[in-house]
């Protein structure tokens, strides 16, 4: 299975973005799949996950509110709605897969990872 992550661009503050997470090669079932975002010298940080068949969300505390995360079956595809975006945004975002019930903080729990797509929000 490949994850492909898409949807990344330049927007201004306050702006939105769609970005999604495609499975080719197979499907997301029965994973749950992360976004996550990592600045360039930092970590990987965990910013929301769904259950593929369960449909739990979880979200970090900085994206509540504005960040959305769905998904699409018949597509298999998870989306990651950003709404009102902030400066602080800006980052690669990647999708990744994890066995584990609830989406992980960590991403040392997550075995394939799409190739990340650039979110730049400017002010």
């Known amino acids: 299975v490949q994850l492909q992550a898409s949807g990344g661009g330049l927007v201004q503050a306050g702006g939105s973005l769609t970005l999604s997470c495609v499975a080719s090669?197979?499907?997301?079932?029965?994973?749950?799949v992360g976004w996550f975002s990592q600045a360039p010298g930092k970590e990987r940080e965990f910013i929301a996950g769904?259950?593929?068949?369960?449909?739990?969300?979880q979200y970090a505390e900085s994206v509540k509110g504005r960040f959305a995360i769905s998904r699409d079956k018949a597509e298999n595809t998870v989306y990651l709605q950003m709404d009102r975006l902030k400066t602080e945004d800006t980052s690669i975002y990647y999708c990744?897969?994890?066995?584990?019930?609830?989406?992980?903080?960590?991403?040392?729990?997550?075995?394939?990872w799409g190739q990340g797509t650039l979110v730049t929000v400017s002010s």
């Open positions: 990744g897969r994890t066995l584990n019930y609830w989406a992980q903080r960590s991403p040392r729990e997550y075995d394939i």
């Open positions: 090669g197979g499907t997301f079932n029965p994973y749950t």
């Open positions: 769904i259950g593929w068949n369960s449909g739990n969300r």
